[in-house]
């Protein structure tokens, strides 16, 4: 009998394991459904991109690299991010390559907290930040956003929740499940508040090419931010590159190197090959961007009407790739919903409280992909609602 | 561009109903778009495409090259819009460089393919030479990679 569970360390055996995962395991197993719960492009990385990666094969580039990445890499990131985001960063220390962004907020968060620290965030957000913080002996404070405010992060909100002991803020606009966005005049709300309680904010902004109405400001640009701001990006989105696990962080100097200590013991470097095809898709990736997001706009206005045609109240998401349709008029949790559709329809959508609490009540559905499916999805939903009691 | 066109060059299998929900018109007003379309000429018709390994087992394919003598005959025009009422062509345009039309044909096998070439092509007045090359392979067709062997099996269905 394997008892070995006994070795797993308290803070890690309490934790629950994502809903995303239990969610999968039906259905990998179920024959014709129709997903849409797949969080990534349902494109293929670009042509150029993939190519690139396979000269670095054939050139034999294939070594460790330096910790903080290639400086090749880190001089197109400090371009790229000075061009479309604003903030100047020096490529020699204040850059860091990480494996997705993902690696960069952990390195982030276990480089800034101390054991107790509570760490600020925007619920329903991305499934792994508040596991993150507790991994790291902190404590995650949620900040409700509400679907009547697109699920924009209200300062007021911000203030009411902040406590004594808050250390960080971490945001992430456009959002993952929501699509919610931060216009300039909340953004400064927010900066003002982080200035005034001193905190440190680590902005998650791997959807923002994937913008849809207005222009993505980055709270990094804002007056008296970029000392306290960590950016973090990656290619996973934008570019269609999510097997390539790469994303980067920029920031002040000092928290840069607290955050390299962590990446140079733990994972040493990000793959050769991917900095290889990061660099290409900074280079001349801008063309295909723009194209798969006027795709992925089309998709979102056809998935959006339909839910709301279908009486699944949806608000249009600004960004992302994921519609996030209110469910409760179907009588039925998030959960309950989830699957039973699944179970009756074959459709897999996400429940909205594997994004945490603020949640309930929605389910998180991907445009991500083709219309024929979108189109199949919205029929069997159709047909899942006739059944439903609440719905006669 | 017209947005029921649009759609329907992105090659996905939609037929006109799921064309309607997409764009929010109706069934009714898709067919009338395609009507319109047809009317003005734009859209001129719509097939299937077959993955050329399947066809390749009923049919052979060819591409021409014709050079022509336009003196005393009927111009460029004229012989192009001749070549192009046969049946076995399936394309032909008027080319820049060494020769001046390019000719696609399709046939049942490839003697049929050289018997069009000497005794159709070959017999039109302004016809100077012909140089002819068989399709032997297709990796890519109408915009869809046939040797693409399914590269995200390992998608998994939902993820985070």
Redesign the interface.
């Known amino acids: 009998m394997d008892d070995s569970a006994r070795f797993v360390a308290q803070h890690v055996a309490t934790l629950p394991k994502?809903g995303?995962r239990d969610?999968?395991a039906i259905?990998?197993k179920m024959k014709d459904?129709v997903?849409l719960?797949?969080?990534?492009p349902d494109f293929?990385t670009p042509f150029h991109i993939r190519e690139a990666a396979m000269t670095a094969l054939e050139k034999g580039r294939t070594s460790y690299t330096d910790n903080r990445g290639t400086l090749a890499l880190r001089e197109e990131i400090s371009r790229y991010v000075a061009r479309h985001y604003g903030p100047e960063y020096n490529p020699e220390d204040e850059i860091l390559v990480t494996v997705g962004v993902s690696e960069a907020l952990d390195a982030l968060l276990r480089a800034t907290l101390n054991p107790g620290d509570k760490v600020l965030y925007h619920e329903p957000c991305?499934?792994?930040y508040a596991p993150s913080v507790t991994l790291c002996h902190a404590t995650p404070v949620p900040i409700r956003t509400v679907s009547s405010d697109q699920f924009a992060l209200d300062p007021a909100a911000l203030r009411a929740a902040w406590q004594p002991g808050c250390k960080v803020l971490v945001l992430n606009f456009p959002t993952?499940p929501t699509g919610g966005t931060a216009n300039r005049q909340k953004l400064e709300e927010i900066a003002k508040f982080a200035i005034e309680k001193d905190l440190l904010v680590a902005s998650d902004e791997i959807y923002s090419e994937l913008t849809f109405e207005g222009d993505h400001v980055s709270i990094a640009s804002l007056p008296g931010m970029r000392e306290r701001t960590v950016f973090l990006h990656g290619f996973s989105k934008a570019f269609a590159m999510t097997g390539f696990r790469i994303g980067y962080a920029c920031g002040p100097a000092g928290v840069i190197d607290g955050m390299l200590k962590i990446h140079q013991y733990g994972i040493m470097c990000a793959s050769i090959i991917s900095q290889e095809a990061a660099v290409e898709a900074l280079k001349n990736g801008r063309e295909s961007m723009l194209h798969m997001r006027d795709k992925y706009r089309e998709r979102r206005d056809?998935i959006v009407?339909?839910f709301n045609e279908l009486g699944l109240p949806c608000h249009l998401p600004r960004g992302a790739f994921y519609a996030f349709p209110n469910i409760t008029s179907t009588g039925l949790d998030s959960m309950t919903f989830a699957s039973q559709l699944l179970a009756a329809q074959k459709v897999?959508v996400?429940p909205g409280t594997?994004f945490g609490a603020a949640g309930a009540g929605f389910c998180r559905a991907s445009f991500s992909t083709?219309?024929?499916r979108?189109?199949e999805a919205?029929e069997r939903i159709a047909r899942f609602l006739d059944t439903l009691p609440a719905r006669k | 561009m017209n947005n029921v066109l649009k759609l329907l060059l992105e090659g996905e299998p939609l037929d006109t109903a799921q064309i309607g929900k997409i764009l929010n018109l109706g069934a009714e007003a898709v067919d009338r778009e395609l009507a319109s379309l047809r009317a003005q000429g734009i859209l001129l018709g719509m097939r299937a495409v077959l993955n050329p390994s399947y066809e390749a087992e009923r049919r052979v394919r060819a591409v021409i090259e014709i050079k022509i003598r336009t003196e005393g005959t009927g111009g460029f025009d004229g012989i192009a819009e001749r070549i192009s009422q046969f049946e076995q062509v399936e394309s032909c345009y008027l080319m820049s460089g060494g020769y001046d039309l390019l000719v696609v044909v399709t046939a049942d096998n490839l003697y049929k393919v050289a018997g069009f070439v000497h005794e159709r092509l070959a017999r039109i007045e302004g016809v100077q030479g012909t140089s002819t090359h068989f399709f032997l392979r297709a990796y890519k067709k109408d915009g869809f990679v046939v040797t693409d062997e399914g590269t995200r099996r390992d998608q998994p269905s939902v993820s985070p």
């Open positions: 994502s995303i969610f999968f259905v990998s459904a997903s719960g797949i969080g990534e293929i991305y499934v792994s993952n056809f009407r339909r897999a996400v594997a083709s219309y024929e979108i189109h919205g």
